[in-house]
């Protein structure tokens, strides 16, 4: 690429990366085209993303290096031309080979060169050539002797980064890595700010309570949202983290209480993403698991709005499992059930859960949001054959600071839920591996 001129004549900063090296003349003179020149320790180089989609780029060398440089080239669309002796067939047949030594000519027309064989004096007249032509090279043997520098890149939702680490590959390398971990999990203030002109929805499970207990997908979601629309059991320190001009609605769902309606909700979020908002709808434990996460799929499938979900680990397989009772243990449970505790248990079975069923079953019984009916439903068990003393518990608030448990035969939890004063939110366990651990020293009691 020429440099752009001056009134007293062309002249270039070689390298277009800021590897922290200057490079100046002999005679510490401003350097022009063609010129000998003496790297010092200091380059002044000015990054740039280059588009070289349909230019002509030159890979000199048909080794490892080139190859990795010649598919990315490719990848960028650019118009390559490896000169080589030797090229491997999956090279040939993605751009231009010429398998024969390197010729200056080589060079006419190109935007860019890459010289990439293993000897030092072929990689030096490649530089020369260019050189006289105005064209950038990179030097894979002597990154200091050629004009650019090809950084180490990571990409993520439209983010380029390039690292160049002095000259130094593993120094560049071991920061890009470190970058692109902390977009991964949003770490790193990543959200788009400019409008995008296209909105949707993520159904993101939160799971349990303690923020560290999301997927990696989740937390970036949500560092990348313009609005999250956020449940009362859903781990809130995350929101605190968020950016001040995100738009955070709090449905507070709860028994008997719920700032917006499931309509409203849905249509909260249709409404943000039509007007061309990143939308995070942010729920405890997973969506699909007693979160009504499928009806608002549906909304968004109803409205045009393109709707993805995520995962979430739910409270009744993290709960048990920090209170050190396995819902599976061989020769106790070979399977468990989850249920909902929040009907009457004296419905018939078509009408709602099927307890008797439930009562012959020999695994474990797992239930959500039956704090409200638990003598309820511990008198249906035990009259339909579930045995009195059958080892029970309530983990309360679990994940959290706030974790409780207690554990009791399943005639007495109930009674002794209440005379603890533990409600809401928590997970029931009954069957008998709820003391198959008691006797150890369980993960967090």
Known sequence: MPCAPRADGPTCTRGVENHGADVTSAAHGRLGWGENVRVTDRVNGYPLLLDLAGRRVVVVGGGVVASRRTRGLHEAGADVLVVAPEVTDEVAALVTVRRRAFEPGDLDGAWLVMACTDDPQVNAAVAAAAEQRRVFCVRADAAAEGTARTPAVARHDGVVVAVNGGDDPARAAALRDAIAAALEVGDLPARRVRPTGRGEVALVGGGPGDPELITVRGRRLVAQADVVVVDRLAPRDLIDTLADDVEVIDCGKSAHRHNLTQDEINAVLVDRAVAGKRV???????????????????????????????????????????AGIPLTHRGLAADFTVVSGHLDPGRPADEGIDWPGLAAHGGTLVLLMAMERLDLIAKELIEHGTAPDMPAAVVHRATTPQQRVLRARLDELAALARRENVGAPAVVVIGRVVDVLAGSSSPRT
């Open 280 to 322: 995070v709808r942010l729920k405890g434990g997973d969506p699909f698991v007693f979160g009504r996460g499928g009806e608002e799929w549906l909304a968004c499938v109803a409205a045009g709005v393109p709707v993805t979900v995520v995962p979430g680990l739910s409270s009744a397989l993290a709960g048990p499992a920090l």
